[in-house]
């Protein structure tokens, strides 16, 4: 199995989506993630397109439950606030049962 990289704070941020989730952390498969560095006159921090696949029969329920009011929740991330964070499209149901998401965020160094 190939791993992904992706930054720390991209790692950070799947870590609290698989928490919010509320499913076994081998049922959501992180398969792509870009990162690239973002900056403004005060602030500084990375761009995150995480693409997630969520096996089983049930996966379009942890999907809702990772989307649903994912735009207004407060995550707790030592060091990074996120800034904005939003589902890309509507989650896709596959025919194997599993549906695939995409999120896109912007994290921010909280120093």
Do not use: N, Y
Not at 27 to 45: E, H, K, N
């Amino acid at each position: 199995m190939m791993k992904i990289p992706i930054s720390p704070a991209a790692g950070a941020l799947l870590r609290a989506l698989i928490a919010r989730a509320g499913a076994a952390r081998d049922r959501i498969l992180l398969s792509d993630a870009s990162s690239t560095d973002w900056q403004s006159l005060t602030f500084s921090g990375e761009r995150h397109q995480l693409a997630l696949r969520i096996a089983g029969p049930d996966s379009g329920a942890v999907a809702a439950r990772i989307c649903g009011g994912l735009e207004d929740a407060e995550f707790s991330i030592p060091g990074l606030l996120v800034a904005d964070i939003a589902v890309v499209g509507a989650p896709r149901r596959s025919a194997d049962g599993a549906t695939d998401l995409t999120i896109e965020a912007l994290t921010i160094a909280a120093d």
